[in-house]
């Protein structure tokens, strides 16, 4: 009889490699409890407008890549992209912050997106994360990515860097787009199909798309940091100088924008040498429109997620 073999895009973590999971998940765990994120598990799957609504109709993870289907009761389910949706649904659905702001949240899951498995990406993979939700002090920001370099120090990973840029908030954002729009217009025949079609939809994915074509074009482009208002300025300032008064490096890339529509203010990666085109090991942000967006009240927030699809 013919075996039935793993699905194309997962993978077995056999003995031999399992221990090495645990040491590093040992590491992310007792990091996170020196930095007071408590543990909460959520389900691996949810109403589909979950992530509808927090990951943004535009956005390719909605569009292309969610594992969606109609369960026996006629109810749309999609198993989870990411990991943030789910937590912000079980703050809210449980009212999380009324124990005291800020919420400190971590989580070990696994997301399933319908990625390309050629270039080596996986449909089932694997992420640690966290979010703060209830303070938008720029220290916050230095928190966060102090844990995920508490991290990468403690077990030992060498030749890494830490990339950081502000994509504003709405308001100076709404300038940004039109200024994008307008200067990738001008190049519309040149760009990829699939920046052609962000062209009006979020030019801002344009940015970070990796055709060397489309790339090339962004060079060019207007940068988020010229537009930014005096609040979102003063924040991110704010949090470089935070960061360096720990020791911290970091460059500022204008060129990061991360996939998802929800992120504001700060957002950041840590990007390994070593890796290749594949190399972002950890990437969050700020997203400080999203609890609200999911029907609560203005709440900010922010979070990272470590794994692979980051
Ligand atoms: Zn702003
Ligand atoms: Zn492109």
Not at 118 to 139: I, K, T, Y
Not at 141 to 161: C, M, S, W
Request: hydrophobic share 35%; proline share 4%.
């Amino acid at each position: 009889m013919e075996l039935i073999k793993a699905q194309k895009g997962t993978q077995d973590i056999l003995p031999g490699q399992s221990e090495n999971w645990q040491v590093v998940e040992d590491v992310m765990r007792s990091e996170a409890a020196m930095h007071g994120f408590q543990e909460i598990r959520t389900p691996v799957f949810e109403d589909t407008r979950l992530f509808q609504r927090s990951v943004g109709e535009t956005t390719d993870v909605v569009q292309k890549e969610m594992y969606t289907f109609q369960d026996k009761g006629g109810r749309s389910i999609t198993l989870r992209p990411e990991g943030t949706a789910g937590v912000v649904r079980a703050l809210l659905e449980h009212a999380l912050y009324n124990n005291g702001l800020p919420v400190k949240l971590h989580y070990f899951t696994t997301c399933y997106r319908y990625e390309n498995t050629q270039a080596g990406r996986l449909r089932e993979f694997h992420q640690f994360g966290v979010e703060m939700f209830g303070s938008n002090s720029p220290s916050a920001d230095a928190e966060v990515i102090g844990l995920a370099k508490g991290v990468f120090d403690r077990l030992g990973i060498k030749n890494l860097r830490l990339e950081i840029n502000s994509i504003g908030c709405p308001t100076c954002r709404a300038e940004f787009h039109k200024a994008l729009k307008a200067y990738f217009a001008q190049y519309k025949d040149q760009l990829c199909e699939t920046c052609q079609g962000r062209l009006e939809r979020n030019p801002m994915r344009i940015l970070d798309c990796k055709s060397p074509i489309c790339s090339e074009i962004a060079e060019g482009a207007p940068k988020i940091l010229d537009y930014l208002c005096d609040d979102c300025k003063a924040h991110f300032e704010s949090v470089q100088r935070y960061l360096t008064a720990v020791g911290t490096e970091f460059t500022v890339n204008p060129t990061i924008v991360r996939g998802l529509d929800y992120y504001t203010n700060t957002v950041f990666e840590f990007i390994s040498g070593d890796l290749g085109a594949q190399s972002t090991l950890c990437g969050g942000g700020r997203y400080n429109g999203l609890v609200e967006e999911m029907g609560g009240q203005p709440l900010a927030g922010l979070g990272f997620a470590w794994g692979s699809n980051v």
